[in-house]
């Protein structure tokens, strides 16, 4: 009797307490009131502070007063459309897309991620526009973006850009080909193996095994001679997964060459395969590698 009169005693207090569901709930309202608040400040650093407290609170209700500030010239662009894309504001797509014109390139390139985020592809001609730009990190993100929206018109327009004057932005085309599975630009990203910078070369090796372009190995293989370390062993494990019998005898020598520059005994898939006979050169020894995804 005396425990049941304690539990119930227990209960009417618990009862009493605030339930931390509705506690976090107000404080989250009472957060969200002081940032709207904030938003009509005239400190800017202020206003910022107030967007990123409606992205981290999710509220999505007030989407309309954050894109409002697209139209604040003291704002920052850049923390406003970064803010439309974590809330997936595709309905201001059209606000966002006039920023490609920018003439601030960093926010010409926040406003192609912001509309890439939203699949807004109904704006992909003016992002291909952007891939004329003359800063090379607008092109850039013209590229990546355009390549995630697909679409032939897309991948063709990037393609242009397989002779772009900086490396960062020919790697970013040759990677974005391969991985769309681009097979038609497979001679135009042979001719890239030969190119001066070491990355867009092993950009370009490892752009075949995401095409599965077994037919092409013979040009890949060239790069087992390339005077750069890690462009070899990227050909090296790109024969390996295009399993390109014509090249094994090659790859074994090299794999066994104690003064090679590559194929590890301690590093890479094949340092059990070198723990067996080193004349093992027999297509079904290769070693088994991961799949790509």
């Known amino acids: 009797m005396r425990i049941r009169h304690h539990f119930g005693l227990v209960f009417l207090i618990a009862l009493m307490l605030p339930s931390p569901i509705f506690s976090a709930a107000a404080r989250d309202e009472a957060a969200i009131d002081q940032a709207l608040g ?5 400190d800017r650093v202020a206003r910022a502070q107030a967007v990123a407290t409606l992205v981290e609170l999710r509220a999505r209700d007030y989407i309309p007063q ?3 500030l697209l139209n ?3 704002m920052h662009k850049t923390s406003v459309l970064n803010a439309l894309a974590e809330l997936r504001a595709r309905e201001h797509s ?3 897309a006039r920023f490609l014109k920018d003439t601030d390139p960093e926010v010409v390139a926040c406003a192609l991620r912001t509309l890439g985020t939203l699949r807004a592809t109904e704006f992909a001609p003016e992002m291909i526009g952007s891939l004329t730009n003359a800063n090379s990190s ?5 590229v990546y973006v ?3 929206l697909k679409g032939d018109q897309a991948v063709d327009a990037i393609a242009k850009l397989l002779n772009d004057p900086d490396p960062d932005v020919r790697v970013c085309v040759i990677s974005r080909l391969g991985e769309v599975g681009a097979t038609r630009y497979a001679p135009a990203l042979a001719v890239a193996l030969k190119d001066p910078v070491s990355q867009v070369r092993h950009s370009a090796a490892w752009a075949f095994v995401h095409l599965r372009a077994r037919n092409h190995a013979g040009d ?4 087992l001679d390339d005077p750069d370390p890690g462009v070899k062993r990227t050909a090296i494990e790109a024969l390996a997964r295009l399993r390109s019998k014509r090249h094994a005898g090659r790859l074994a020598e090299l794999l066994y060459d104690e003064d090679a520059t590559v194929g590890s005994r301690r590093q890479g898939p094949w340092s059990a395969w070198r723990r067996g006979s080193a004349r093992r050169t027999s ?8 799949p790509l995804r």
């Not at 904030?38 to 005239?42: P, V």
């Not at 297509?283 to 991961?290: K, L």
């Open 146 to 148: 355009l390549a995630h």
């Open 138 to 142: 607008v092109r850039h993100s013209a």
């Open 66 to 68: 954050i894109a409002a």
């Open 94 to 96: 059209q606000a966002i």
């Open 220 to 223: 890949i293989a060239e790069l």
């Open 283 to 290: 297509w079904h020894s290769w070693p088994r590698v991961v």
């Open 38 to 42: 904030e938003l009509k400040s005239l």
């Open 72 to 74: 604040d010239d003291e």
